[in-house]
């Protein structure tokens, strides 16, 4: 079992910046291949970054590319999200997601465990 936990969402204006967290507790971080998700109210479930187990390959919806950034640090057992230039289309509950194959990427499907997910709002 893994135990997510979101941090880190809020208001903030358009052009803005947040910077999203996911500490997760249980088993073993390292051995998870973790991704980022989004939810709008009346839309599906969104892919929007992934990360390999070591951090070192990232994955981005073409969306949020060049804007956010994804990494993990295994010591701490924590993924980030860094989202810059945040725009009003970023609003959603953000949920961070961890699998136990090592290329998850953007298949919701494909993750075993989920967090309960961090609101962020982006005001225009």
């Known amino acids: 079992q893994v135990q997510l936990v979101e941090s880190g969402g809020g208001l903030v204006q358009a052009g803005g910046s947040l910077r999203l967290s996911c500490a997760a507790s249980g088993r073993t971080f390292s051995s998870y291949s973790m991704g980022w998700f989004r939810q709008a109210p009346g839309k599906e479930r969104e892919f929007v970054a992934a990360?390999?187990?070591?951090?070192?390959?990232?994955y981005y919806a073409d969306s949020v590319r060049g804007r956010f950034t994804i990494s993990r640090d295994n010591i701490k057992n924590t993924m980030y999200l860094q989202m810059n230039s945040l725009k009003p289309e970023d609003t959603a509950v953000y949920l961070c997601?961890?699998?136990?194959?090592?290329?998850?990427?953007?298949?919701?499907?494909?993750?075993?465990?989920w967090g309960q997910g961090t609101q962020v709002t982006v005001s225009s």
């Open positions: 990360v390999t187990r070591s951090g070192v390959t990232t």
């Open positions: 997601a961890a699998s136990g194959r090592a290329y998850a990427i953007g298949d919701p499907v494909l993750y075993d465990y």
